[in-house]
């Protein structure tokens, strides 16, 4: 019968720094992964940029900050877009729902990208596989770099703009025409400046002038004053803004303007009538119609009245008929007896 064999203290002790250094590696690896946890522990998840500015396989994956996975893949085209996907620590599935948004973040300054996740307890958690909804996050240094590059641009338009003459600061840097108004206008505001400080026109005056200063001042107290009366009640003005008798009163008569001018709308009266009934108004039409239709005959001669008016002959014959008669009253008056012979006769 064979005997059996002891393991030497040489054999066992390799044996078990095998395992402690196995141990070691897991555990390393454990560490070096982070939050990430084993394969086991992990679920892939996609999402969909325009633009990956970098991202590549083996970025982390952000949620709020904490790195939780990695990026596996950055290379599947679909359409004009890029499918980006990446595993993902089972813990979260509960944050990364419906309502989360994927955007590219950056690791550093270098231009390292990296896929950040907003959580979102809201939503409904996003299956394996599944799509995140992409987003876009605000101060990225990209955004940065493209709104300078954009400011670069709109101020080499303005430079070229302006050496092209476009515009009032380019006209003026380019029109000498231009440029001589401006130099004229300054001149004109010099000589008017010296013109007020030495005393010319109203201005001067009234910059130099103590008496023309004395008189404005004095105006503005008296204007004060009036304004004070008013104030006061004093003065029609000041009855009528502090009066309450003079302004019921007023009232009353624009009350009444109103009312006239409400029955003159109704109809009542003659002013209403005529303002709104068209017959009456039709009829004195008509009579203004015939009045002009006599005064032009009239004009034109006809008739008594109009030859009266226009024959010279008629009216002098009517006017020496008129002088006999006046004579035979005044011989009739001095001696009646000789017109008037009264016989009485009886049968």
Known sequence: MPRTR?????????????????????????????GRGFFWQRYNLKTRFDDVAGLKSGSPVRVAGVEVGTVTSVDEFVGEQIDVTFEVNKSMRERITSRSTAYLGSV??????????????????????????????????ADIAEQASQSVEEITKLVTDIRLGKGTVGKMMTDERLYNDLQQFSASAGDLTRGIRDGRGTLGKLANDPKVANALEASLTNLQRMTDQINAGQGSLGKLVKDDAFANSLNGATASIQELVAKLNRGEGTAGKLMTDQALYNKLDAVTGRFDELLTRLNAGEGTAGQLLKDKQLYENMNGTVAELRNLLSAIQKDPKKYLNVRISIF
Do not use: C, M, N, R
Request: glycine share 12%; no cysteine.
């Open 6 to 34: 002891s393991l030497a203290w040489s054999e066992l002790k390799i044996g078990v720094l095998t395992i402690v250094a196995i141990v070691i590696a897991v555990a390393t690896i454990f560490l070096l992964t982070g």
């Open 108 to 141: 550093s300054l270098l231009g390292e990208s990296a896929v950040d996740i907003s959580p979102s307890t809201q939503g409904t958690p996003i299956p394996d596989w599944g799509y995140v909804p992409p987003g876009h996050a605000k101060g990225q240094i």
